[in-house]
């Protein structure tokens, strides 16, 4: 019985070993192939999905809005409305589902960070000093839409993400803009009479270290 387990056990060694040698024979003689293998795989692996996330806070009782985020460009426009909202969409890896909006709050706070998928996903492969890299990167963009009615403060930080205000012409912001190396523009025209006093003005402040500023109608 011994010797019956022991002679399958070699035949397999010896099958084993003559299907390598026919893999490594096919994929010297047969590099393209091999090619066109890895890469519908990698290709599926590392392919980009659509990618849509919404949240929605309500704002009674909240004085300041704090929303950090790292390379992620941020949009914000004000609507009618009494709540914020929060709407990520773009592309992401189709094996990274999400959440990507994190949220700490307290009775007169709202602290938000965008966190992001690995800026890539790739894959490398060399088969007779011919080099194969498949790569995919994450497009994601931010929009937060505020209420119109809103007098707190809101305080937006990116590292090297955009930031884009859109203000009405018929509103009234107090804005303080500040980025260590990207572009500030500040082209909005106002109403001053928008707000009877300054308590009814709500205080923007938009930081960032190498993303570029824009606030506009």
Do not use: C
């Not at 022991?6 to 299907?19: D, E, H, S, T």
């Not at 709050?105 to 080099?131: C, T, V, Y």
């Amino acid at each position: 019985m011994l010797k019956k387990i022991l002679k399958g056990m070699i035949a397999l060694f010896f099958i084993f070993v003559g299907g390598m040698i026919i893999l490594i024979g096919y994929t010297i003689y047969n590099p393209d192939s091999i090619f066109t293998a890895f890469n519908k795989l990698t290709s599926f692996a590392v392919r980009d999905e659509d990618y849509k996330e919404q949240e929605e806070y309500f704002l009674q009782g909240i004085k300041h809005i704090h929303l950090q985020s790292g390379r992620m460009p941020i949009n914000v426009r004000t609507y009618n409305g009494s709540t914020m909202k929060v709407s990520i969409e773009g592309s992401a890896p189709r094996f990274e589902k999400g959440p990507y909006v994190f949220q700490v709050a307290d009775a007169e706070n709202i602290k938000l960070e965008l966190q992001e998928p690995a800026s890539a996903h790739w894959f490398h492969m060399s088969i007779n000093g011919e080099e194969y890299t498949e790569q995919t990167e994450s497009k994601l963009t931010a929009t937060v839409y505020l209420p119109e009615k809103y007098t707190g403060r809101l305080q937006l930080e990116t590292h090297s993400g955009n930031v884009t205000f859109i203000v009405d012409k018929n509103q009234i912001f107090e804005f303080e803009l500040k980025s260590e190396s990207g572009k500030i523009e500040n082209h909005a025209q106002m109403n001053p009479q928008a707000a009877s006093s300054p308590d009814q003005v709500a205080k923007i402040q938009i930081l960032t270290t190498s993303g570029n500023i824009t606030v506009t109608n």
